[in-house]
């Protein structure tokens, strides 16, 4: 019995405020995975497979080292570097799935807890468009239901938005509901909110179902929802800038693992 992975229903929501206003909603559903119980999915889901294809399906190199490695050994990994206790700890992962095996998650998010189940790790794996993904790490000091951080700008994400800005994150546990929750500022004040809410419903074959009549196509449309918010942007007259940055990191999977990523050039986020 599946009893820690979930579904959340919900929307991505954007909102630029200057130089010019601009705004969008899409609706979108997640899944939480329990690192721990991926096989479990696989075994109690029909459309679901792990690391193979179906019409929903999870590879390990679509996050983490993007080599197909172990996700869990990633992120321990990280947290060591991070002078972070990973006795115990188990790890859940927020993403959207492949759908007839593509996906493009430009924010997925690992929950880390420890061995008496407080949360003390959260970290943010962003990608963009160019193949190119990465993560910002963060301690948590206190576990209350909303967590802030805060960072540097360190990842080329839009092609419309400078490097020199801070992001101000704010995000609820992953229980009832979900809210990731993202304020940019430039050098002056704030440029743009992003976020992502859900509500959360029980992950059987039931509400997969449900969920995949409801969103057939939804991994080609958050591509193509970005390059048609990105036309927006350009049409009002927004400035482009060119990717000054090239991040070392591993490129989108290629072959069977991810074919349709290759025609991506460029990233609204």
């Not at 599946?2 to 601009?22: A, D, L, M, Q, T």
């Not at 119980?37 to 029909?46: A, C, N, R, S, W």
């Not at 960072?151 to 092609?159: A, G, L, Q």
């Not at 409801?214 to 060119?242: D, N, Q, T, V």
């Amino acid at each position: 019995m599946i009893k820690s992975s979930c579904i959340y229903n919900g929307h991505v929501i954007h909102k630029r405020f200057k130089p010019k206003k601009h705004f969008f909603k899409y609706k979108v559903f997640s899944l939480l995975i329990d690192l721990s119980e991926i096989h479990l999915l696989e075994k109690e889901l029909t459309l679901f497979s792990y690391n193979k294809f179906n019409i929903l399906s999870f590879y390990n190199i679509d996050h983490g080292p993007r080599d197909g490695s172990s996700l869990v050994k990633w992120v321990k990994e990280n947290m060591i570097k991070n002078n972070i206790n990973t006795e115990g700890i188990s790890i859940k992962l927020l993403c959207y799935p492949r759908i007839w095996g593509y996906v493009f998650n430009p924010l997925s998010v690992f929950f880390v807890y420890d061995k008496n189940s407080n949360l003390i790790t959260i970290l943010y794996e962003v990608k963009n468009t160019f193949g190119e993904q990465h993560t910002y790490i963060f301690k948590l000091q206190k576990t209350d239901q909303l967590i802030e951080h805060t960072c540097k700008k360190k990842f080329h994400v839009s092609p419309f938005i400078e490097m020199d800005c801070t992001y101000f994150f704010k995000i609820t546990k992953p229980e009832e509901k979900i809210l990731v929750y993202i304020d940019q500022y430039d050098n002056e004040d704030k440029l743009l909110v992003a976020l992502q809410e859900g509500v959360k419903v029980n992950l059987n074959n039931k509400n997969l179902i449900k969920n995949y009549f409801f969103h057939p196509l939804m991994s080609f449309k958050i591509i193509l929802a970005i390059h048609f918010e990105a036309f927006r942007l350009w049409f009002k007259g927004i400035k482009h800038i060119k990717k000054k940055i090239k991040t070392a990191n591993k490129k989108l999977a290629k072959g069977p693992a991810n074919k349709t990523a290759d025609f991506c050039k460029s990233v609204l986020l």
